[in-house]
Each structure stands twice: as C-alpha cells, then as structure tokens.
T-cell receptor
Framework: KQEVTQIPAALSVPEGENLVLNCSFT??????LQWFRQDPGKGLTSLLL?????REQTSGRLNASLDKSSGRSTLYIAASQPGDSATYLC??????????FGKGTRLSVIA | EAGVTQSPTHLIKTRGQQATLRCSPI?????VYWYQQALGLGLQFLLW???????NRGNFPPRFSGRQFPNYSSELNVNALELEDSALYLC???????????FGSGTRLTVV
C-alpha cells in the first residue's frame, strides 16, 4: 500500500527566503507525482506534475525534483512571498490507485 | 475553458439522512475522482469513475456510493449520514488515471 509522507508538517519563514519542502513515498513504482497548493477551506490548485521518467519540472519560482529510486521529491520555492502562504500537498499515482496524498506542509511566509 | 464544478457549495444534513453531491468534469475528461477531507485529516480517496464504470474505491463503507453519467458528470451519494461524515468533499477529473488531475472547489458537508 502506497504511503506518502511530507516533512516538515509546518514551516514559517520570512519573506524573500528560498525554501524546500520534502515528500517521500514507499512504493517507487509510480506513474507520476503531482504537487498541489490548498488555501484554507478551498480546493486544490495543481502546481507541477512530474512523470516517472522525468527528473524535474519548473514553473516560475517553483522547481520540483523527483528521485524515483529513493522514493523522494522536493519542491523548491524561490524568493518566497506572503501570497505563497498555503498548505502544499504532494501526491503520487501507482498501480490502479488514483492520487495518494501526503498530509501536507503548512507554509507561512511572514512579511 | 470551464474548470471542474461542484454543487452545492455547502450542505447541511441531519444524522441518518442522505446527501447527494454533484460534479461536472472538465470537457473531454472521462475520469472523475472523489476525495474526502475531514478536519485535521489528509485527503482520503473515495471513488474513481471512468467511462461510466466504477474503477476503484477507497476504504469507505458501502453507504458511500456514486455513479457517472453518459456526459461524464458524476454524483456522490452518502446514505445514513453520521456526524463523522462532516468534511470537505472534493471532486477531480483527468483524461485518465496517470494524467494531471484538476480539482473542483469542493462541497462542505455538515452533519448535525
């Protein structure tokens, strides 16, 4: 059974800092990994999708890497802004099971 | 392009009643997924429909059921509501299992 863990559970940083969020998964036979952002009480916004054959994806100030063999992914956020404050969720697809989510990292960027 | 739409936004039901939640996927998407997000818990997979068929279900009791219509829209039914069913229910759609998922804004179900 696939399990996804995200560390840290919460993170508070001053505006302008670069930061890294970590995600690990137990079954390395994944199809892809997707990072999402969730604002309080809202739905999920897709940030980046990494196919199993890819090593990284970039979108603006966001960069996600994937090391499938070790079961790890990182989300790098450059020059953080208060508007980046949200919960960041990592999720993977493997076998015949739709996205399995970690519990998320709650990020606060202080102005 | 319209995103994934869910209705209603909020729903208040009494314990023991039935709730019906609806989801319209992005045009062209044939797969629809339902997730439950209870307070303080992570997103839990409920059901996956594709081409009108139930393809997989998560570890939830049979009183959680649903269906997918010929136009690929879907509804989730929860029978015999319990207080712990209170949660945000999220619907997502995709072109297929291994493609990018797009989520709706959710239905907040409160059971009193």
């Amino acid at each position: 059974k696939q399990e996804v863990t995200q560390i840290p559970a919460a993170l508070s940083v001053p505006e302008g800092e670069n930061l890294v969020l970590n995600c690990s998964f137990t079954d390395s036979a994944i199809y892809n990994l997707q990072w999402f952002r969730q604002d309080p009480g809202k739905g999920l916004t897709s940030l980046l999708l990494i196919q199993s054959s890819q090593r990284e994806q970039t979108s603006g100030r966001l960069n996600a890497s994937l090391d499938k063999s070790s079961g790890r992914s990182t989300l790098y956020i450059a020059a953080s802004q208060p508007g980046d404050s949200a919960t960041y969720l990592c999720a993977v697809i493997s076998g015949n099971t739709p996205l399995v989510f970690g519990k998320g990292t709650r990020l606060s960027v202080i102005a | 392009e319209a995103g994934v739409t869910q209705s209603p936004t909020h729903l208040i039901k009494t314990r023991g009643q039935q709730a019906t939640l609806r989801c319209s996927p992005i045009s062209g998407h044939t797969s629809v997924y339902w997730y439950q997000q209870a307070l303080g818990l992570g997103l839990q997979f409920l059901l996956w429909y594709d081409e009108g068929e139930e393809r997989n279900r998560g570890n939830f009791p049979p009183r959680f059921s649903g269906r997918q219509f010929p136009n690929y829209s879907s509804e989730l039914n929860v029978n015999a509501l319990e207080l712990e069913d209170s949660a945000l229910y999220l619907c997502a759609s995709s072109l297929g299992l291994s493609f990018s998922y797009t989520f709706g804004s959710g239905t907040r179900l409160t059971v009193v």
